[in-house]
């Protein structure tokens, strides 16, 4: 039986405004703890919350960038439950008339193929505390620092039919928020953290199969490896003529396996209703088209233009411009060498591997944007091989000064002189009588692939510095001769 | 109308209240007095009226995106029953 | 010296008849000496109040003081006080010391005023009595075998025993006015937004509205002028220019159409309260006054809707209270939910517990629509009443409470009567106006307390009306003690 998988994401971002949601405390993430956490984050008796501008700003920039119908008129509601991270007792959310509605978002898949995900609604809501298990005998520490940092809650419809495109949809999101600076995106501190719905159903079928959340699968690689492996649990109990339990289950990522979490497993009843403390927030229409005036270009748009205005291929585009970070760095190599190809080309693969080594972001990168333009244009003048520029690239990571410094300090320059070349090619003709003597012999159609030979042995002996393409060319001249 | 034991042991539960077995039944009929008083809402006819969450139809005012708020920890933990190097203690929380 | 009003403490400190400390030594005497009789208190500040009058004094000394400076007052213990327990009479918060100070706190201790203490309430102002204190009952001061009415029993009980001028006080469904209709005092609820309620421990938040309780309505009109401001930390606050509500006082109110609801003077309305009512309306007729005969057809919705909405909105504002941050904590709890559970079960009283579940049930899954959804639109069914009433009427008058003071401990086991005693003071509440209850005349020697309920902001006017009725009448002078 042929099954097809459905999956629906539920993403928490946290928004980088300065203060919370409802109160003037900081947030900061990495202070001591309960240091961010003011009477009424700690939901001390009397206090009241206020709500933040800034945060209906930045999510009326991600509806407006979803494509989304705008709240005009949006309620904050409470949802009762008791946790030790809630201090309320209540967390304030929106459930009826949410700041975002419906909306869509274009996913990018490989080989260049596109898909449409429906956004079912955004809603704007405070983010909890949190509990520390560690250190404590049989007691757990609570810290209200995040308790009351913005979020918005982006609810998918189940459009996604694999992890990968899940995976494709969560970066989209991803790199939306960034471009709108809206958060920093940062999914190793908690600022982007995704769940996901997960059902199977037998291809060709319409009704959706029973499904479970995934809670708190907090990187690319995880979203991707807990859904296969739930979806793969699922099917294998569907195919013993099992059923699925609706439930929560957590991603072990050492085990690679989902389990049930069974504290989630007592029925709750969240009990919404208006929050009394807050009033309904209104929208004019001027404010919504204002802040449509101001959104930064978005990667779809930038995508576009970087194919047109630079002739990057389709993936190189969406590639490049995945992280409003590496679009501006890429436009800022560019500008300075004029090589929008090897731009990409280098921004892409090596200094994507190096980030990627050093766990970093391209904000931390150790090679500036004016130093990788310094290297590109050094390769393009023929003053360094690729070859040698890799060596060159690192050495400028590890700190050793820009381009032309470490060329020059380590005599990497490229021999392009032709006499220079001449005599590297008479030494090694007259060194190696016998394979001279193979070239000769061999058919016409293998003498190429013989010629690696010779280049390789000058290569070594000019330690990677000769111009390749000149050696080439001398070398078929002189050992034409010969013939 | 009468609430059952059961009812009012979930919504204890719910509630986070204990409720001791020997006042459970007591609970119960008061809760019911209560319930059979609210229950003359049921007698009216809403059709078409808008629930009314506030008593005035004023709109939210929003507050500027600012610090204002230092850190206070000491004097607010200084409130709480039990805490340790600047957290609060609880019995484990378990996931 | 105990017997002066606010408007005589002004004068008089002013004309250096007497300090602020004297005044204050001799009201901390009286306490000590005379409370234990009514239970007022929870809470004396001796050594602020001596701070606070000795600051006083030297400011009335420099000849900058504002209007209130030196003018001792209470608040209720339900209003955050910095660094002085805040208790809400609830076993859950008698170790709570706040950091900081409500608002309208603030702007009373700018105004000048000295802090004698905090006032016994109903535990979390839920009840008619003030029996569900942790800290026992309050006795009203005209026959301690009586209640004072409640939730603001202590602060009217207090005014009334002549312990203090004046008073802070609360009322969501009508604990401002039903107390001091019971006590011979005269209580002010302003319009909802008037006062903010940052500081004050919310029992239902679109209800819940901070007022004075004082000896006359000029008094009261002093202090709602200090209290009253625009919070932006109360997002429900109102933003409406400061007002000097003794400005208009002297006002005639020849011209006024007074409307009497046929719906406030119906079954359950003890008749003798009935006739000192009326007597009040005629007094008001000689002033000038015309009485309008009208309709408020949804009053018998108010008391079902209330026990809706404020429960459901109670269920979730004390949930904060879970032992983890402050207040009560049980013993050795064995896991998390064994912390909430016996923590609220011992940290709250049975009346508390009760509006919980009741709360808890309205909202629950499957209730919701019949009950939380139902009790809205039934609340705009009432304020519709109110709007159509004050396009003919200025003003609606009728008694506080069907009946004067009852017997400590007569409603206590029947919890439905003594929502009944709210049956002319919740609809106020349930739409936002201004309400007030002034001294009209004795039962058996008990008071009887006439409501005025106001426009949406005209509490300036429902002062002016009180005043001049207080001038041709002395039942406000009419003393307990």
New interface residues.
């Given amino acids: 039986m042929e099954w097809e998988i459905v999956i629906g994401l539920e993403i928490h971002v946290q928004l980088s405004t300065q203060s919370k949601l409802f109160s003037g405390a900081s947030t900061r993430f990495g202070a001591e703890p309960n240091t961010q956490a003011c009477a009424v984050d700690l939901a001390m008796p009397g206090t009241l919350p206020v709500p933040n501008e800034e945060a209906f700003r930045y999510a009326v920039m991600f509806g407006l960038a979803m494509n989304a119908e705008i709240g005009k008129r949006s309620i904050f509601e409470r949802k009762n439950y008791f946790y030790p991270d809630l201090p309320k007792g209540y967390q304030t959310t929106q459930l009826e008339q949410p700041i975002v509605g419906p909306g869509e978002v274009e996913i990018h898949l490989e080989g260049g193929s596109h898909k449409k995900i429906r956004l079912h609604h955004a809603h704007l809501e405070e983010d909890a505390g949190k509990s520390l298990h560690e250190d404590f005998q049989s007691m757990s520490g609570i810290d209200l620092n995040r308790a009351g940092t913005p979020l918005i809650e982006i609810v998918s419809e189940p459009d996604m039919r694999s992890a990968v495109e899940a995976v494709a949809f969560l970066k989209k999101i991803h790199s939306i928020v960034t471009y709108l600076g809206i958060s920093d995106g940062d999914m190793s501190q908690g600022s982007l953290r995704c769940d996901a719905n997960v059902s199977v159903r037998v291809k060709g079928t319409d009704k959706l199969g029973t499904r479970t959340e995934l809670k708190n699968i907090n990187s690319f690689r995880f979203v991707e490896r807990a859904i296969k492996v739930e979806a793969e649990r699922q099917i294998d109990i569907l195919e013993n003529g099992g059923s699925i339990t609706q439930e929560t289950r957590l991603y072990d990522a050492d085990k690679n396996e989902t389990r049930s979490m069974r504290s989630k497993e007592v029925a709750n009843d969240y009990r919404y209703f208006p929050c009394p403390d807050l009033l309904p927030v209104s929208l004019t229409d001027d404010y919504i088209e204002q802040l449509r005036g101001t959104l930064p270009e978005l990667p779809d748009t930038k995508a576009l233009r970087f194919q047109s205005e630079y002739q990057l291929s389709v993936y190189d585009a969406d590639q490049v411009t995945q992280e409003r970070a590496s679009a501006d760095f890429f436009e800022a190599v560019c500008k300075s060498c004029g090589e929008p190809k090897l731009t990409a080309n280098w921004i892409n693969g090596e200094l994507a591997a190096l980030l990627n080594r050093q766990g970093i972001t391209i904000h931390q990168s150790p090679v500036s944007a004016e130093q990788l333009a310094g290297l590109i244009s050094r390769i393009k003048d023929n003053t360094i091989s690729s070859k040698t520029a890799k060596q060159v690239f690192e050495a400028i990571a590890d700190g050793a000064g820009n381009a032309d410094e470490v060329i020059e300090k380590r005599g990497l320059k490229q021999v392009s002189d032709t006499s220079a070349i001449e005599k590297m090619v008479d030494d090694v003709i007259a060194a190696s009588p016998t394979q001279v003597e193979n070239y000769r012999k061999a058919d016409e159609s293998k003498r190429p692939k013989m010629m690696g030979y010779f280049v390789g042995q000058i290569m070594k002996s000019s330690k990677g510095q000769a111009n390749p393409q000149m050696i080439n060319n001398m070398l078929r001249k002189k050992l034409g001769e010969l013939l | 109308m009468a609430?059952d034991t059961q009812?009012?042991e979930k919504?204890?539960e719910?509630?986070?209240?204990?409720?001791s077995k020997q006042t459970i039944e007591e609970?119960s009929n008061?809760?019911g007095?209560?319930?059979q008083?609210?229950?003359?809402?049921?007698a009216?006819n809403?059709d078409g009226?808008?629930?009314?969450?506030?008593?005035?139809d004023?709109?939210?005012?929003?507050?500027?995106?600012?610090?204002?708020?230092s850190?206070?920890?000491k004097?607010?933990?200084e409130?709480?029953?039990?805490t340790?190097?600047?957290?609060?203690?609880?019995?484990?929380?378990?996931? | 010296m105990h017997q002066l009003t606010i408007a005589e403490i002004i004068r008089g400190l002013r004309s250096k008849e007497f300090s602020s400390t004297e005044l204050t030594r001799h009201l901390l005497g009286r306490i000590q000496q005379l409370d234990g009789s009514y239970n007022s208190f929870i809470s004396i500040t001796e050594e602020k109040a001596l701070a606070q009058a000795k600051a006083a004094d030297q400011r009335l000394a420099d000849g900058d003081a504002p209007v209130l400076c030196g003018v001792p007052i209470a608040h209720k213990d339900i209003i955050c006080t910095s660094g002085v327990r805040t208790s809400c009479a609830s076993k859950m918060l008698d170790n709570f010391i706040p950091p900081y100070d409500a608002t309208l706190v603030e702007n009373l201790n700018t105004a000048g005023t000295v802090t004698l203490g905090k006032t016994n309430m109903d535990e979390f102002a839920m009840g008619s009595s003030n029996e569900s204190s942790y800290y026992g009952p309050v006795k009203n001061p005209w026959d301690t075998g009586y209640v004072p009415g409640g939730s603001s029993g202590g602060s009217a009980a207090a005014v009334a025993a002549l312990l203090v001028p004046g008073a802070t006080a609360t009322d969501t469904g009508g604990s401002i006015r039903q107390p001091a209709a019971l006590t011979n005092t005269t209580g002010l609820k302003p319009t909802y937004g008037r006062v903010s309620r940052f500081g004050v421990v919310a029992y239902a938040s679109s209800l819940d509205q901070a007022g004075p309780i004082a000896r006359n309505a000029e008094d009261a009109a002093h202090l709602l002028s200090a209290m009253a401001s625009h919070d932006p930390k109360d997002s429900t606050s109102l933003d409406h220019p400061h007002t000097d509500f003794t400005a208009g006082l002297d006002n005639s109110v020849a011209g006024l159409k007074i409307g009497v609801p046929k719906e406030y003077f119906g079954e359950g309305l003890n008749p003798e309260t009935a006739s000192r009512v009326q007597d009040a309306l005629k007094e008001l007729e000689k002033l000038g006054a015309q009485l309008v005969d009208i309709s408020l057809p949804h009053t018998e919705l108010a008391i079902p809707a209330y026990y809706v909405i404020a429960p459901a909105e109670a269920s979730a504002n004390l949930s904060r209270f879970d032992g983890v941050r402050y207040g009560h904590r049980c013993e050795d709890p064995s896991d998390l939910r064994d912390l909430y559970m016996r923590s609220r079960g011992e940290g709250f009283g049975e009346e508390v517990q009760r509006r919980i579940l009741v709360g808890t049930y309205a909202l629950s899954a499957g209730y919701y629509d019949a009950y939380y959804n139902k009790a809205q639109q039934a609340r705009r069914l009432v304020k519709q009443d109110f709007v159509q009433a004050f396009d003919k009427v200025d003003v609606i008058m009728g008694p506080t409470t069907p009946s004067p003071a009852f017997k400590l401990g007569a409603k206590s086991a029947n919890p439905i009567a003594m929502y009944l005693e709210d049956i002319y003071t919740i609809a106020t509440n349930l739409a936002g106006l201004p309400g007030m209850s002034i001294p009209c005349g004795l039962v058996n020697n008990m008071p009887v307390g006439l409501q005025i309920t106001g426009n949406y902001l005209d509490e300036a006017r429902m002062l002016n009306i009180a005043h001049q009725y207080q001038q041709v009448t002395d039942w406000h002078k009419a003393s307990a003690v």
Wanted: hydrophobic fraction near 55%; charge should be negative.
């Fill in positions: 609430v009812t009012v919504l204890a719910l509630a986070r209240i204990a409720i609970v008061r809760l007095d209560v319930l008083l609210v229950d003359q809402l049921q009216v809403t009226i808008a629930p009314m969450a506030h008593p005035l004023e709109i939210q005012v929003l507050r500027a995106d600012k610090i204002t708020e850190n206070n920890r004097d607010f933990l409130l709480a029953p039990q340790e190097d600047g957290l609060y203690l609880v019995p484990k929380v378990i996931d």
